[in-house]
């Protein structure tokens, strides 16, 4: 049903729009995120760019929040099929376009300006026309899912020593599994839904998520040790279809391209906020918080990205020129 109902949208849609120029442009916004902006990174990037698009153009934006069309894999797809106009994903751009995967490679970003600095320049513009090429998926803007962090209810964690013989939920990424086996930890992919059970049962001993996952679904009440290690910035991705761009008029472009760009920002300062409220919340109702020093990160950092490097090379084939792309990048950045 949900499916019938989409395409028939999409039809009618493209039925009335003819071109751009000629009528007035809907664009279908879709995201998992929950709708709230004050504490969804998605759902603010999504309000700000609905502002800003209907303030400045004669186009309007209907917002899809909280997975309303479906998860990050089926909305890739309903932009890439024209049933969604903008799509605002994180992990799945890197199962379509296996250069953004690069971005995972833990303990590549030292900070969120490093970071922002990186996407934001060369590198970003270049990833974004490769990932165009190879899935029709133009990127308007980036996004910031955040820093994700371990926790877990044994022990604290101060280095990769400590995480002997602990077991940890992964998402069912190979990259993952990498890591966490380089770190010297037990990896054990759990689905998501399943995951407040598996700690409550000791399933597992730990997990891994920005803090403000962590926070915002109550994880830190069944976790007593929070490691603020930031091992991966999670990227958030804002993509149209080119060929659905191309039919906009200059004007119209024009106004996407600021909205986006603007929109990504907004949503990186909700994150970022997030997280510094997330550490406070979560310390105020007793998880014990540690922040590793800059010579404890460097041996997380020579415990992990030599396996996962390794890992990704070989999965990427010819596409691997982009870990070093990335690192010179992140040098660049740096300096």
């Known amino acids: 049903m949900r499916d019938t109902f989409l395409k028939f949208t999409a039809a009618g849609i493209i039925a009335l729009m003819g071109t751009a120029a000629s009528a007035e442009v809907t664009l279908r916004f879709a995201h998992v995120d929950p709708d709230d902006w004050q504490s969804s990174k998605k759902g ?11 303030g400045e153009s004669d186009m309007s934006v209907e917002i899809f929040p909280a997975g309303a069309l479906g998860n990050e894999d089926e ?31 833990p ?57 002997a013989g602990l077991k940890f939920r992964v998402q069912p990424i190979p990259l993952y599994l990498e890591m966490v086996k ?6 054990t992919p759990i689905a998501w839904t399943e995951l407040p059970n598996a700690l409550a049962t000791g399933v597992v001993d730990g997990q891994e998520n920005p803090v403000g996952v962590i926070y915002n679904n109550g994880l830190h009440k069944l976790q007593k040790y929070m490691t603020l290690d930031g091992h991966v ?19 119209q472009q024009a106004v996407i391209d600021r909205a986006a760009v603007i929109a990504g920002n907004f949503g990186r300062g909700i994150q970022e906020w997030n997280t510094a409220n997330g550490v406070n919340a979560v310390q105020a109702e007793g998880m014990e918080v540690y922040v590793p020093t800059a010579d404890e990160l460097a ?13 990704l090379a ?22």
């Open 182 to 187: 380089g770190l010297g930890g037990e990896p």
């Open 75 to 105: 909305i890739v797809s309903q932009v890439q099929e024209g049933l969604v106009q903008v799509g605002m994903v994180s992990g799945a751009m890197s199962k379509v376009c296996k250069p953004a995967a690069v971005l995972d490679i």
């Open 107 to 163: 303990y590549t970003f030292s900070d969120a300006t490093v970071a922002w600095k990186v996407l934001d320049g060369p590198f970003g513009d270049e990833l974004a026309e490769a990932c165009e090429a190879k899935t029709g998926l133009k990127t308007l803007a980036y996004g910031e899912t955040g820093f994700r962090n371990f926790t877990n209810n044994t022990r604290p964690i101060q280095t990769p020593a400590d995480m």
């Open 233 to 251: 910035y999670a990227v958030d991705f804002m993509v149209m279809s080119a060929e659905f761009y191309d039919m906009l008029t200059p004007e």
């Open 44 to 54: 603010a990037a999504a309000h700000m760019f609905k502002q800003i698009v209907e």
């Open 299 to 311: 041996q997380f950092r020579e415990a992990a990205q030599p396996a996962v490097k390794e890992w």
């Open 314 to 335: 070989g999965d990427l084939g010819a596409d691997a020129v982009w870990i070093e792309k990335l690192d010179a990048a992140v040098a660049d950045a740096t300096n």
